[in-house]
C-alpha cells in the first residue's frame, strides 16, 4: 500500500515538472522567433535565460510605454506585431551579446505563449 503511494506520486512529480519544461522550451521559442523576425539584431548570441515567470502587475499603460520606447530606441522593425495582452503574462530574461556588448531584456508574453506583448 505505501508502495504504491510512493509510486503514484513520483509519477505525479514527474508530470508535473516534464510540463514545466514544456511551457519553458515554447517561452523560449517564442522569444527567439521574436528577436529573429522583429528586432533589429544584426548578430547576436543568447548567452543565457531565467526561469519562467508570471504576473498580473503589468498595466496597459505600461505595456505602451516599453512599446514606445523600444520603437523610439530602434530596437524593433517598423510596424512590430505584438501580441495583444492577457489578464496574466508571463515574462522571461535573456542575457545576449550583440559583438561586445552584453545585454539583459525581459519580455512578457501572453497566457498561451503563444507571442510577445512587449519587452524592456
Known sequence: M????????????SIILLSGCGQEYETKSTV???MKNDMVLDDY???????LGDTYFVTDSIIQAMRTNAEQNK???????????????????????VYQDTIKQTFY?????SGVVCFK
Open 2 to 13: 505505501i508502495l504504491k503511494k510512493i509510486y503514484s506520486f513520483v509519477i505525479l512529480l
Open 32 to 34: 527567439k522567433n521574436f
Open 45 to 51: 548570441k543568447i548567452i543565457g535565460w531565467s526561469k
Open 75 to 97: 530596437q524593433t522593425k517598423p510596424n512590430t506585431n505584438y501580441t495583444p495582452r492577457t489578464e496574466k503574462l508571463y515574462f522571461i530574461q535573456v542575457k545576449y551579446a
Open 109 to 113: 508574453l501572453d497566457d498561451k505563449n
